[in-house]
């Protein structure tokens, strides 16, 4: 059972990315080497329980740990503080502790999102393993410990920086993902390589089509490159200070998208998409990046399937969306933009900066 591993390093706080292909059944005796905790909740949504629950139940008991399922329902709206209630409640009627008990986030970013805030939450904090099964997970949200909920004025306001203990990534969980989930993860790929390495981008330009066929030969490197340049980052600055900024272009506009459309109808990947287009058009009409750096990026993610332009809601409600962005200081967003594919910066800008009078519906 060959793993790779890509080591976020934090002192004491470090931690291995383990990524392999079939290798689920290695992730109990790996959760043991990482903890000392004699309880394992694994918590997931209904369709990725159904492939691989009891499977990592089982691979969690044969390691020594008693295992309690747990599930939430699938989709955005379960990054709530209610269902991170519920999941106090059941741990606690459990007869958890500080030293007992490690979750295990079995799923996409929801899961993982969910199951690191009550970690980081429950008892000032407990560990947390991700087992990431989207490929938006695996790139993206189970590395870096940014937990959080969703609440009314926004997503990811109420949330805490809580680093996994472990991330255990089998890239044949893929196989099971519904392929609008596969082309949403795809936009965090694009994303790292369009603000961090060119080379990737090229690579992606050239072998997209392989990597949604998910090519092993072209699959576990790219997962890997991506693990990689998430690690650097975070390793540099892991609590959002400045270089890790960059990690939310696109965000910005899709994050609003998001709240604007109530978290229904739009993954998370599909607005960030629309988000990365516009941020790259607004990037060339601040004169930062050169000419056709949008339309590239947007070539690429038309190939992807995603959707690239966007919704046509009124501009002051996007104002109001984007306006209360937690990358927001005195009154001015850290909005990332490009310098072109592979370097980005971030310019604090006003909402109404970001979004100028008429420019809805221009970004192409």
Request: net charge positive; aromatic share 4%; glycine share 10%.
């Amino acid at each position: 059972m060959s793993t790779r591993t890509v080591r976020v390093s934090l002192g004491k706080r470090s931690y291995p990315i383990r990524l392999g292909r079939g290798t689920l059944d290695g992730v109990g005796a790996a959760v043991r080497e990482h903890s000392d905790a004699t309880r394992a909740l694994v918590l997931s949504v209904p369709p990725v329980d159904a492939h691989y629950g009891a499977r990592v139940a089982r691979s969690l008991r044969a390691a020594g740990f008693r295992v309690k399922r747990f599930l939430v329902p699938d989709g955005e709206r379960s990054k709530r503080l209610r269902q991170a209630e519920r999941l106090y409640g059941e741990m606690l009627d459990q007869g958890a502790d500080r030293g007992s008990t490690v979750i295990v986030a079995l799923g996409g970013g929801v899961v993982g999102d969910l199951g690191g805030f009550v970690a980081a939450t429950l008892f000032r904090g407990i560990p947390v393993v991700q087992v990431p099964t989207s490929l938006l997970a695996m790139v993206d949200s189970s590395v870096g410990g940014k937990t959080g909920v969703n609440v009314a004025q926004g997503k990811n306001l109420v949330g805490a920086f809580h680093q996994p203990s472990l991330v255990w990534i089998d890239a044949a969980t893929l196989e099971t993902l519904p392929a609008r989930q596969l082309r949403a993860g795809m936009a965090e790929v694009v994303k790292h390589a369009a603000i961090w390495d060119e080379r990737l981008f090229r690579r992606l330009e050239r072998e997209v089509d392989a990597l949604m066929a998910l090519d092993p030969a072209i699959l576990l490197p790219v997962l890997e490159r991506n693990c990689r340049i998430k690690a650097q980052v975070v390793s540099r600055d892991e609590r959002e200070g400045g270089l890790r900024m960059l990690l939310n272009f696109g965000h910005t506009l899709g994050h609003a998208v998001e709240a604007l459309r109530q978290y229904r109808g739009v993954l998370h990947g599909e607005g960030v998409s629309m988000g990365m287009v516009y941020a790259a058009a607004h990037s060339e009409r601040l004169g930062l990046a050169p000419e056709g750096t949008r339309e590239r990026l947007e070539a690429l993610l038309d190939r992807i399937g995603l959707p690239t332009a966007l919704p046509r809601f009124e501009r002051r409600a996007y104002l109001r969306a984007i306006s209360v962005d937690k990358k927001k200081r005195d009154a001015r967003i850290h909005f990332v933009a490009l310098r072109g594919i592979g370097r980005a910066e971030t310019v604090p800008l006003k909402p109404e900066e970001i979004l100028p009078a008429g420019v809805l519906g221009k970004s192409r």
